[in-house]
């Protein structure tokens, strides 16, 4: 059997987190995802994912400066997340305790959103550890690490953000960090891979583009007609439609929600905008469920906290480092090499002297 992207394998069991495609429901370790947005702060959800208890106690770390600089905020994440492996002196997964693994990876959690702050404050002078200490959840502490004296409603409001979209079962980061720790790697080496994965324009999506949306309408008060003239000109409207989801996404919910309970500025024309789009929808495909996707309503509220298209894929990295995390842990307990097979189609008994450049490199 052959499955062009594994679409339909199964590759892995899990006991995290899988969507409920029909029911439109995503349930972290059974619990609903929506009985946690404002209710609990982003370690707490770490630790459910990854523990199944919201009580795990978070180790202590030394604060790290970024060693590896490009400017590029990704790829600094990416970088120096892998160098925690040395600088850490993690073991290979295969030689470690579960408990140490656990451990190792609140860390690499917790270096991953400071690095990120640190590359997003760029040249600015570093903000003082105290402070940053004296953030009160994840997200305060990412923020305080990057602007200083952030505004509290957009503390809450990237908060809300990573903890919807800290994860959603099998996907290509995910598989990625569980096919790297089935090598028994160490743990860094799986993060590090697993942001790597997921900065491919594939993967998500971005939600500049639904934002696009919001603010034409802002500027043309025409939600209904700007709808239209995307559609009749061919185009797709971001935000809406889901490659999982047969109904709407819970995320867009929950973000919808923060935004109200926030007052994002852009909330009634992003709210004409969804009205308008879900209608022309199920107008023009009347057979197919089309509606909002996490992506929609995390454009508006991550617009409102200030967070620049840069930051987008980083911020995401953020949220997601808490699935890739307890996927990690999980994959560990299997012990299985990843091993796929692939179906060989190229040529055979081809002699060297057939192969173009063959006299060139004769010794
Ligand atoms: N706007 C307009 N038409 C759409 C949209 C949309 N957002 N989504 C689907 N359709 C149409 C398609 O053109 C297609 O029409 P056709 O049968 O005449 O060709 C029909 O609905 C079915 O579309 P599919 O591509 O089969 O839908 P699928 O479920 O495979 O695709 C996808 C899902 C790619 C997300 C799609 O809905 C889309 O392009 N949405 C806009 C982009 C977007 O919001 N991306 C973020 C996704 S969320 C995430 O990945 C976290």
Known sequence: MFSPGLDGVTAFRTTIAEPDRQGGKLRYRGVDVTELAGRVNYRAVWSLLVTG????????SRPLKLQARTGNIRVDAQ???????????????????????????????????????QAARGDAPAVPQKEISAGESAAA?????????????????VENYWITAAEHGANASTFTSRVIT?????????ISGAIGALSGPLHGGAPSRALDMVDAVMRTGDAEG???????????????GHPVYRAEDPRARILRDTAERLRVPKFEAALAVEKAALAELQNRKPDRVLATNVDFWAAVV?????????????LFACARA????????????????????AKYEGDTDVTAQAVPGWQAVQQ
């Open 182 to 190: 089935s090598t028994g790697a160490d743990v860094s080496a799986a």
């Open 226 to 240: 700007h709808v239209r003239d995307v559609l009749d000109r061919g185009g797709r409207l971001m935000g809406f």
């Open 141 to 157: 502490r990412f923020m305080i690490e990057w602007q200083g004296d952030p505004d509290p409603l957009h503390v809450e409001a």
């Open 302 to 314: 991550l617009d409102y906290a200030e967070i620049p298209p840069e930051l987008l894929t980083p």
């Open 322 to 341: 808490a699935g890739w995390s307890a996927h990690v842990l999980e994959q560990t307990r299997d012990g299985k090499i990843f091993r796929p097979s």
């Open 79 to 117: 970088a120096n997340v892998a160098l925690l492996g040395a600088e850490l002196g993690l073991a290979p997964v295969i030689d470690t305790e579960e408990r140490d693994v656990l451990d190792s990876l609140a860390r690499v959690t917790g270096y991953l959103h400071s690095f990120i702050a």
């Open 53 to 60: 208890d919201f009580r795990y106690s978070w180790p202590e």
